[in-house]
């Protein structure tokens, strides 16, 4: 028999069964924050006629634990069930999908930043307080990787379309590794793809994934494994990448000569080379005027 829908109603029932929803997703919490970012990267609102819709959330079979935990997590009436189909990846797909009626629910959900429908460009951390590294791991969790890469180093990763998301990845990467990363579109299908390796990897992931967090196990078994690896003593540090400053733009253009910017900027005349051929070509903006 399908699973009939709650009305509108549901919206007050919940009160007069005597749950208390009062702290379902308070964000300050890490398994409501972790919780939330996994739902905005990883789930589905959708809405219908007469106030009626569901959340969903669908994952490969072997992660359902993690859709047990959510289901915990919420005190309204939520189901989880499998199913296997064919994809046009694979064959045969076993996923487990739990769904979330509760209009009481959704709009709370909603209200904190999970909109309708498409939204993986919409989406962005929430505007109140929330706890950072637990939002962040959710959305990794679900929209990222963790792990080795072929040639044996460690590496953490995201794939988004979302350029609020994007940006504070690298923004709060950034204080945790000191790496900066530049927030650029992949040419091919508009996608952000941001990656840290080696050191940075290890020390983002050991923040993220700390011990008894709520995770995906299978990645929080991956993060762990990222503090063995050791740089091999023969592998130099690639120094920090230095950008370009706007005073030092001016001098570029009013020198407009590869060796003697060199020498003012203390820069190589290839980087200068390169960097006022960008300005002149338009790749990057000019300086403003102070």
């Known amino acids: 028999m399908a699973e009939r829908e709650p009305s509108a109603h549901q919206f007050t029932l919940d009160v007069a069964l005597g749950v ?97 429908g498409r939204k993986s460009k919409e989406i962005a951390p929430p505007r109140g307080q929330f706890a950072p590294r637990d939002y962040l791991r959710g959305v990794i969790d679900a929209d990222g990787s963790v792990g080795y890469t072929g040639q044996g180093y460690p590496f953490i990763s995201l794939t988004t379309q979302s350029t609020a998301i994007g940006a504070y990845l690298c923004f709060y990467a950034g204080k945790i590794t000191g790496a900066e990363r530049t927030l650029k579109r992949n040419a091919r299908d508009g996608i952000y793809n941001i990656l840290y390796t080696k050191e940075n990897a290890q020390e983002l992931a050991a923040h993220l994934y700390y011990k008894d967090c709520l995770s995906l196990k299978r990645k929080q078994t991956s993060a762990d494994s990222l503090g063995a690896w050791i740089r091999p003593a023969d592998m130099r540090v690639a120094p920090d990448r230095r950008r370009w400053n706007g005073w030092e733009d001016r001098v570029l253009l009013r020198l407009n000569n590869d060796t003697a910017s060199a020498k003012e900027l203390g820069r190589t005349e290839k980087s200068c080379y390169i960097r006022l051929w960008r300005l002149r070509t338009g790749q990057v903006p000019m300086p403003t005027d102070r």
Not at 59 to 78: C, G, M, V, W
Request: net charge neutral.
């Open 20 to 116: 208390d929803t009062t702290w379902f997703m308070d964000l300050k919490d890490p398994n409501y924050s972790y919780m939330f970012g996994f739902l905005q990267a990883d789930g589905h609102l959708a809405q219908q006629s007469r106030q009626r819709g569901r959340l969903t959330v669908e994952i490969h079979a072997r992660d359902i634990e993690l859709l047990r935990e959510f289901q915990k997590l919420t005190p309204y009436n939520s189901s989880i069930r499998e199913r296997t189909r064919s994809t046009n990846f694979v064959e045969t797909a076993h996923s487990a999908i739990w769904t979330l009626c509760s209009l009481e629910a959704r709009t709370l959900l909603n209200g904190l930043g999970l909109p309708y």
